[in-house]
């Protein structure tokens, strides 16, 4: 076992992902440069780091990225079916800095885009245990500035469990979002709700940037029943249920 602090600087944070996922993968520095064209991102991390055999853990990190600061914490098993742990926590999460284009909800590739993010998060039999949690003062995603974020998703061989996903304000609107989706071994079983509260309820449906990915489509699982309930306008407020 090693253990000890890091102290870390790189001036291109896109070559130096490129050149570590390149031990996994012959493609992933070329997929990397596809769509993260904006900046190649200044780092400087400081943290503690333990390194098994079969593990790499980061405790009580502390980064600036791009002259933002954050800290957090990385966790990853091998072994197994393997595990992954990431928390971050900053002050802003400007991922439109990096990926100006943006990402699209699905892609050709079924690695890149948000549903290929979201593949990894699939609970599945031989599924790794995933935990990503994220709190951010300011998030800026696909063209959208949303703040006061707290996202907080697990999962892995028994199921997906959304347990804590908040949006404070985005285009005048306050996003939650809960659920779970369980897998015994005979299909998926759960449900999601998702509440949207906002003023003008129209104008959120019309412009819609952040519900822009086909929800529909995302849920053509299971028996795909999607529930839309429409809350009386003195709430102000969209309501989404799903039962998987």
Same mark, same amino acid.
């Given at each position: 076992?090693?253990?000890?602090?890091?102290?870390?600087?790189?001036?291109?944070?896109?070559?130096?992902?490129?050149?570590?996922?390149?031990?996994?993968?012959?493609?992933?520095?070329?997929?990397?440069?596809?769509?993260?064209?904006?900046?190649?991102?200044?780092? $400087?991390?400081?943290?503690?780091?333990?390194?098994?055999?079969?593990?790499?853990?980061?405790?009580?990190?502390?980064?600036?990225?791009?002259?933002?600061? !954050?800290? !957090?914490?990385?966790? %990853?098993?091998?072994?197994?079916?393997?595990?992954?742990?990431?928390?971050?926590?900053?002050?802003?999460?400007?991922?439109?800095?990096?990926?100006?284009?943006?990402?699209?909800?699905?892609? $050709?590739?079924?690695?890149?885009?948000?549903?290929?993010?979201?593949?990894?998060?699939?609970?599945?039999?031989?599924?790794?245990?995933?935990?990503?949690?994220?709190?951010?003062?300011?998030?800026?995603?696909?063209?959208?500035?949303?703040?006061?974020?707290?996202?907080?998703?697990? $999962?892995?061989?028994?199921?997906?469990?959304?347990?804590?996903?908040?949006?404070?304000?985005? !285009?005048?609107?306050?996003?939650?979002?809960?659920?779970? %989706?369980?897998?015994?071994?005979?299909?998926?079983?759960?449900?999601?709700?998702?509440?949207?509260?906002?003023?003008?309820?129209?104008?959120?449906?019309?412009?819609?940037?952040?519900?822009? %990915?086909?929800?529909?489509?995302?849920?053509?699982?299971?028996?795909?029943?999607?529930?839309?309930?429409?809350?009386?306008? $003195?709430?102000?407020?969209?309501?989404?249920?799903?039962?998987?």
């Amino acid at each position: 076992e090693l253990v000890g602090n890091l102290d870390l600087a790189a001036g291109d944070l896109r070559e130096l992902a490129g050149w570590v996922t390149s031990w996994s993968s012959a493609t992933a520095k070329a997929s990397i440069a596809k769509f993260w064209t904006g900046s190649r991102g200044r780092l $400087s991390l400081q943290s503690g780091v333990s390194v098994r055999q079969s593990s790499l853990r980061l405790t009580s990190a502390r980064y600036e990225l791009d002259g933002f600061p !954050g800290s !957090g914490e990385f966790e %990853i098993l091998i072994g197994g079916r393997g595990s992954a742990s990431i928390r971050i926590d900053a002050e802003q999460l400007d991922i439109d800095r990096f990926v100006p284009a943006g990402f699209s909800a699905f892609t $050709s590739n079924d690695k890149l885009g948000i549903a290929g993010f979201a593949s990894y998060l699939a609970p599945g039999q031989d599924a790794r245990d995933v935990r990503i949690k994220v709190s951010a003062g300011e998030l800026r995603f696909n063209g959208v500035r949303a703040f006061d974020v707290a996202f907080d998703v697990s $999962s892995g061989a028994r199921g997906l469990n959304l347990q804590v996903i908040e949006i404070g304000e985005v !285009g005048g609107a306050r996003l939650e979002a809960s659920g779970v %989706i369980l897998d015994a071994g005979q299909g998926l079983d759960g449900a999601v709700e998702l509440l949207l509260h906002e003023q003008d309820v129209a104008a959120v449906v019309e412009g819609g940037d952040i519900l822009r %990915i086909e929800l529909e489509r995302l849920l053509e699982i299971g028996d795909g029943t999607v529930v839309i309930a429409l809350v009386a306008p $003195s709430q102000a407020a969209i309501v989404v249920r799903a039962r998987i």
